[in-house]
């Protein structure tokens, strides 16, 4: 399995332009994550979705903030426009469906995209 | 809502050794699950080891081991015969049943295996 795929894995940009992190689940995974990882505040969860369907969003900072998951293989997090503090690492994770119905509950990350406002 | 804590910033240890990195959480719920991630200086989040809490056997994985108490609502890592490839920060994560399915993580401890 070709894991979890993020893109880009690096991006800069300036202040106020609008950015889009991609990323690709596991196939077969219908639990997607977005985490970001800071010095200031460690790893935190902004979203995440169950088939497709936002379950708690409750990390997504502000209105600049949006995240989207047309179909079981594609999920976008879009921030416009971009600020400073914006900067980190923003982490896409998937897992199956859980012990419940006999999956795993492991979270499976990508490997980052390291976003930089200039 | 949880809570994560990770006590030790920093360890460091002499290659082959044994090292304990320390987790304590708190949570109401009764089913839940636990793990350890390792980041290497790569930044890719790694699984080291997961725990279901309604099963009482701690976990294990070659190298790997934890001391699950669940009344004390500890979750300690344990790592034998240490390798420079472990050098990396450890982070303790919870992750809640169906609808709480987020994972919540401590702030992590930097481990260096030395030489």
């Known amino acids: 399995d070709a894991g979890v795929i993020q893109s880009p894995r690096h991006e800069v940009t300036e202040m106020g332009q609008e950015v889009t992190l991609r990323c690709k689940p596991i196939?077969?995974?219908?639990?997607l994550f977005w985490y970001r990882q800071t010095m200031m505040r460690g790893l935190e969860l902004l979203i995440y979705f169950n088939n497709n369907v936002p379950i708690d969003d409750s990390g997504m900072p502000e209105d600049r903030f949006s995240a989207k998951m047309p179909n079981a293989s594609f999920s976008t997090l879009k921030i416009q426009p971009s600020e400073p503090r914006d900067s980190a690492v923003y982490f896409c994770?998937?897992?199956?469906?859980?012990?419940?119905?006999?999956?795993?509950?492991?979270?499976?990350f990508g490997p980052g995209t390291r976003l930089t406002v200039l | 809502a949880q809570t994560v804590t990770q006590s030790q910033p920093e360890m460091s240890v002499q290659e082959a050794e044994t090292v304990t990195l320390s987790c304590t959480y708190d949570t109401s719920e009764n089913n839940y699950y636990l793990f350890w991630y390792k980041q290497p200086p790569s930044r890719q989040m790694i699984l080291v080891i997961r725990?279901?809490?309604?099963?009482?056997q701690n976990a294990t994985e070659n190298r790997f081991s934890v001391n699950f108490q669940k009344a004390a609502k500890s979750f300690s890592l344990k790592i034998s015969d240490s390798q420079l490839g472990d050098t990396a920060m450890y982070f303790c994560?919870?992750?809640?049943?169906?609808?709480?399915?987020?994972?919540?993580f401590g702030t992590g401890t930097r481990l260096t295996i030395i030489p």
């Open positions: 196939s077969g995974h219908n639990s």
């Open positions: 725990q279901e809490a309604y099963k009482q």
């Open positions: 994770a998937s897992k199956d469906r859980g012990r419940s119905s006999g999956g795993s509950d492991t979270q499976y």
């Open positions: 994560a919870f992750a809640g049943d169906f609808g709480n399915e987020k994972l919540t």
